[in-house]
């Protein structure tokens, strides 16, 4: 018996540290989601939620009071007048971004009129980042000295400055500006549909981001002209109108829940997606660039 | 009179340093590129250039046989038996990627016949750095110690281990596989149409790029089935052919020239991409991601 009792001994002293040290299970962040507390989850604010209504479907986009609150309350009070039903997505560039609004906002004589909102706003590139919940990602990152989550919106921060701003990342929403750093209102607005320009950032007031219905934008043929301008009008895509969620009926909104980023859910997520450890993968990056990390949303029926 | 000569020359000592500083008048990369000498510009090989034929148009290909050897040797087989004539993109996910060739590949009683292609071939995730003529970006990078341009492609380079492979850039060209490394033959092939999915990197045979009609495959609708697949074969999109240029008839080739990125006219526009000092910026953003870096392309006529 003794040498068998040895080797079960010797067997247990090897395994103990290796156990030990053994990761949890991997699981993918379908899976996490899956287990997650419905307290993880939150319910967008209806009056910082927009409609942009397509012949192909509904974009809904969340505005970002906290980082533009001057756009968003212009972009409030032309969604109210009913400033872009009629209008278009007048530009879409490949890798770049989707443009709608007026086509004719430049040409004085052909102009929409803009009702009761604002014609001069201040720039809103960044905030201060006191009072601000960021939570940073450890990750690297090339355009900021750190990046992270605010709100819910992919964002920077720089703590020698103590200014904080939101990301270029796939479906953020810009105001289209002029040369004028002052020159945005909100009526020109663009959604990132291509590998985030970051080199926007803290050059352009970003207003939101789309939470659902991208595919509808990034799907919009090219324009044929310079920058992905279509100067044929019939080429263009009709918006049939953009709504404040608060501005419609109860039954008709599409009802969504989005993962809070300030759980432990959520950097649960991002740590699976940085580090693949599936049958599929050989190589975990190791590594999670800022727009790569998947900002999770479902139905609120869920 | 002195007074005013002395105020003269303090403004001079003040100017002239300013004056030693100030960097060159700025150059959009357009202005660079109008300015090139032609032998900044490269002819891809025929015998390395796909034309994926679809009822939309010409999608053009420049394979990578320094990277992947192996699996363009076999997608050149594939291509003059005509193997995905009559096949279709058959997957198409937003913000990752289109996917295309037989798609009943998996179902080995209507899979179509591969003729004398391999079916079985090494995985070529990476290839030794020796011999690779590499243009180092000095941007940081989270994916990898080195970033920078080889033959013309987005490449990371490890000096540790004396490595380079091909990234996955907005256009990437990969070969799909199962779980296996070593389970993919070129036959499946997909394209990154959304934020890079660098986390792939090292991970699957990368065998080329698009250079001309992106646009035709990023428009492409999603796929309503999990990961944008179509299970309805009459939502895919129809492949006429995919064929080398080489076996096309001259008359019918499209002629391209791609600027070369070892050379200064590259370097200058990176730079004018990493710092744009045009009315538009406000803040030039001092860093340029590798998979931001355009590679121009224009007619060769030109």
Redesign the interface.
Same mark, same amino acid.
């Given at each position: 018996m003794t040498p068998r009792l040895a080797l079960l001994a010797c067997t247990l002293a090897l395994a103990l540290p290796v156990l030990a040290a053994d990761p949890p299970p991997y699981r993918s962040a379908q899976q996490i989601l899956d287990a997650s507390p419905a307290g993880d989850w939150r319910t967008p604010d209806s009056a910082s939620t927009l409609y942009l209504e397509l012949d192909a479907g509904r974009v809904v986009i969340e505005l970002a009071p906290g980082f533009a609150p001057a756009h968003v309350d212009n972009i409030r009070t032309l969604a109210r007048e009913g400033f872009w039903d009629g209008t278009s997505i007048y530009r879409s560039q490949?890798?770049f971004v989707v443009q709608f609004g007026d086509a004719d906002a430049d040409d004085p004589a052909r102009a929409k009129p803009l009702g009761s909102a604002k014609t001069k706003l201040p720039a809103e590139?960044e905030r201060a980042s006191a009072g601000l919940r960021f939570d940073a990602l450890p990750?690297?990152?090339?355009?900021a000295p750190q990046v992270g989550f605010a709100d819910g919106f992919a964002a920077g921060r720089d703590p020698k400055t103590g200014k904080a701003w939101l990301a270029h990342?796939?479906g953020a929403l810009g105001a289209g500006r002029n #040369?004028d750093?002052d020159s945005s209102i909100g009526a020109e607005l663009y959604v990132v549909t291509?590998?985030? =320009? /970051?080199?926007l950032?803290? #050059?352009i007031t970003l207003v939101g981001r789309v939470v659902k219905g991208?595919?509808l934008l990034?799907?919009? =043929? /090219?324009g044929p002209d310079p920058m992905g301008f279509y100067a044929d009008p019939a080429q263009r895509t009709p918006i049939k109108a953009i709504r404040l969620a608060s501005e419609v009926p109860e039954a008709e909104r599409t009802a969504l829940q989005l993962l809070r980023t300030d759980t432990q859910t959520f950097r649960d997520v991002v740590e699976a997606?940085r580090n693949?450890r599936d049958?599929?993968?050989?190589?975990p990056?190791g590594?999670?660039?800022l727009?790569?990390v998947p900002l999770p949303v479902r139905a609120a029926d869920k």
């Open positions: 490949d890798n590139f990750d690297t990152d090339g355009w990342c796939y #040369n750093a291509g590998q985030s =320009p /970051r080199q950032d803290r #050059n991208m595919e990034s799907t919009i =043929p /090219r997606r693949r049958d599929f993968y050989k190589r990056a590594h999670i660039d727009c790569n």
